[in-house]
Each structure stands twice: as structure tokens, then as C-alpha cells.
T-cell receptor
Framework: ETGVTQSPTHLIKTRGQQVTLRCSSQ?????VSWYQQALGQGPQFIFQYYREEENGRGNFPPRFSGLQFPNYSSELNVNALELDDSALYLCASSPGQKGETQYFGPGTRLLVL | DAKTTQPTSMDCAEGRAANLPCNHS???????VYWYRQIHSQGPQYIIH???NNETNEMASLIITEDRKSSTLILPHATLRDTAVYYC?????????????FGAGTRLFVKA
């Protein structure tokens, strides 16, 4: 157990809809990162937040957006869902700005129909 | 972005040492090497990290070559529960900020 929690655990949406996924960081951690993991592949880095500011982003389109709150919890928002967005979405928290050692949550499995 | 290369899969007998190699030939001087593992579809689990020197903790040992272009994760006495996908990662910092690039990882099968 890493102390990182994510909700919901599973979600089904239809193409074109919007989704919000939530993450609660481990106590004392002020950096959060989000990843997308398609079946059979490694996690793909979406973005990282440090103290409510985005400080790193992977190769994902703008319809993937995020927020980090003053208590360091976080949301991942995906607009205009596509079938290829079906994946496991992982959140990871870490204690420093650079986000080196990351502690992952169990993930949210999203299915887009 | 620094990238890593790992074998797709490896087998290991239970009780024997598992040695998982990783190539990171484009690593920069201040970039750390991290290892994580993922069991089934759980979130990845941190194992160990290092910069230049060899490192050891309760889970594993990390051997980094002197030129830092490759490393080896060693599980000294593999058990069936060590069957997982192991990821070698080099974090980078560029114009776009911080990034963590996972590769496809090595699928380790520990056999009885």
C-alpha cells in the first residue's frame, strides 16, 4: 500500500463524452503525475503537477488536462473521449518538485464504447 | 529524452538470482536510473534508484556501469511473487519540464 488512492476504480463512457478521474496523494507529497497505460504496454506519461502548477507534460493533446488542489489531491480531465482512450489511468505522488521516486495508486480503468 | 532498452522477457528459477539488464546510453550526467515493477494490472511499485554508485536495499541491488550507459537490477533470491514486468526508467528535464519515460519493460517469469 502506497497511500495513494484513485477513484473511481472502473468507469465506462461513450465516445465524445468527458471524464474526470481523481487522485489523493500520499501524505506529505506535493508532486503528482498522471499516466495512461494501454493493455500490454508500459505507462505513458501525461503530465506532472507541483504545487498546483504543471511542470512537465508528455505527448498528449490538450483535451487531456489536469488540476492539482491546495491539499495536493489531483484530477485528470479528458474531453471528447475517443475509443483509444480506453486504458488504465495511473496517478503517482512524490515528495519533491522533480518527482523522482514515485508512489503509484491502483489506477482507474476506463472503457470508452 | 533519455530512453531505455530492455529485453522483452526473461526466465529465472525460484531461489536463484534474477539479473535484469537495461541500456540507457543517452543518459545525462545528472539523471538517475530508476527501477519499478508492475504485477498484473496494479500500479507500478518502486524498487530502487541510483546515480553512479551501486545501490542495495531490502528488495534488490542496482549495478551501474562506470560509463553509466547501462545498469543491472539484481533480485538475489527470486520467488514466485517476483513474477512481474520490470521497468528501467531515466527521468529527464527539458524545455517541457520533467518527464518520466517508461519503455515496454522486461517480463520476468520466476519458475518453480
Amino acid at each position: 500500500e502506497t497511500g495513494v488512492t484513485q477513484s473511481p476504480t472502473h468507469l465506462i463512457k461513450t465516445r465524445g463524452q468527458q471524464v474526470t478521474l481523481r487522485c489523493s496523494s500520499q501524505s506529505g507529497h506535493n508532486t503528482v503525475s498522471w499516466y495512461q497505460q494501454a493493455l500490454g504496454q508500459g505507462p505513458q506519461f501525461i503530465f506532472q503537477y507541483y504545487r498546483e502548477e504543471e511542470n512537465g507534460r508528455g505527448n498528449f493533446p490538450p483535451r487531456f488536462s489536469g488540476l492539482q488542489f491546495p491539499n495536493y489531491s489531483s484530477e485528470l480531465n479528458v474531453n471528447a473521449l475517443e475509443l483509444d482512450d480506453s486504458a488504465l489511468y495511473l496517478c503517482a505522488s512524490s515528495p519533491g518538485q522533480k518527482g523522482e521516486t514515485q508512489y503509484f495508486g491502483p489506477g482507474t480503468r476506463l472503457l470508452v464504447l | 529524452d533519455a530512453k531505455t532498452t530492455q529485453p522483452t522477457s526473461m526466465d529465472c528459477a525460484e531461489g536463484r538470482a534474477a539479473n535484469l539488464p537495461c541500456n540507457h546510453s543517452t543518459i545525462s550526467g545528472n539523471e538517475y536510473v530508476y527501477w519499478y515493477r508492475q504485477i498484473h494490472s496494479q500500479g507500478p511499485q518502486y524498487i530502487i534508484h541510483g546515480l553512479k554508485n551501486n545501490e542495495t536495499n531490502e528488495m534488490a541491488s542496482l549495478i551501474i556501469t562506470e560509463d553509466r550507459k547501462s545498469s543491472t537490477l539484481i533480485l538475489p533470491h527470486a520467488t514466485l511473487r517476483d513474477t512481474a514486468v520490470y521497468y528501467c526508467i531515466v527521468r529527464s528535464q527539458g524545455t517541457g519540464g520533467f518527464k518520466t519515460i517508461f519503455g515496454a519493460g522486461t517480463r520476468l517469469f520466476v519458475k518453480a
